[in-house]
């Protein structure tokens, strides 16, 4: 039975997409380069900031990639909630959620700094049972501790708790911690190529598509 909801939140809970690219294409400006089609860097979004400025810089030194990612952060964090929003279905599927009486939390990789003014903004902060950031454990996905920090927190175990993400970290940290996966096939990575988990893992094309995980597991 699955007693509580984790989310992944770039690519899975946030459409950050349009902010995160603007981002990555202020800083090619600020280079004297063109700025890309948002298609071409879409993928890239869930592999955080320098996983971003790898796709959409030239190649560089460590110490280089180092002062664009800083210069990134910067400018992100003013700008992390102009044009981001929650993908189509997320908000029902939360009151959902709350209708029903599960609880949810948030596994990102983000920073906390980054996270909490996002989740502030968009009336998540209060609403989630966990928020779990990649500054706040020692850590980050595609370990399970954020994941077993989150089922603590939320206090479930987490055979009873679903991960749901759209990057194989998410996935990876879900199973090696112990809970049920759905990998999120509205999201921003391209599933081909990712880790060979289809069996084992749900796929769903809407947020809604979990409420109908739920149903199923219950009458399991």
């Known amino acids: 039975m699955i007693k509580a909801v984790l989310f992944d939140l770039d690519g899975t809970l946030l459409d950050s997409a349009p902010d995160l690219i603007g981002t ?18 879409r993928h890239f979004v869930s592999r955080g900031a320098v996983g971003l400025i790898k796709a959409g810089m030239p190649p560089c030194d460590n110490e280089t990639l180092a002062s664009r990612r800083q210069a ?16 189509d279905g997320i908000e029902q ?3 959902d959620l709350a209708r029903r009486g599960i609880p949810w939390g948030i596994v990102t990789n983000k920073s906390e700094a980054l996270s909490l003014p996002i989740l ?9 049972s966990a928020v779990v950031c990649g500054d706040t454990v020692t850590a980050t996905k595609p370990c399970p501790e954020p994941v077993l920090a989150a089922c603590e927190k939320i206090g479930v175990k987490p055979f009873n708790a679903l991960m ?43 947020p809604s598509e979990i409420l109908g995980l739920l149903e199923s597991a219950s009458a399991a």
């Open 24 to 41: 990555l294409n202020h800083l090619r400006t600020s280079h004297g380069l063109q700025t890309m089609p948002a298609e071409e860097l």
């Open 120 to 128: 502030e903004k968009a009336g998540w902060l209060s609403a989630a």
């Open 72 to 87: 990134f952060i910067e400018h992100y964090q003013d700008n992390s909630y102009i044009h981001s929003r929650p993908f």
């Open 93 to 95: 599927l939360l009151s």
């Open 164 to 206: 749901v993400g759209d990057d194989r970290r998410d996935i990876e940290a879900g199973r090696s911690a112990g809970c049920r996966t759905a990998f999120a096939l509205y999201g921003y990575v391209d599933f081909q190529g990712q880790c060979c988990f289809t069996e084992q893992t749900e796929m769903i094309r809407a």
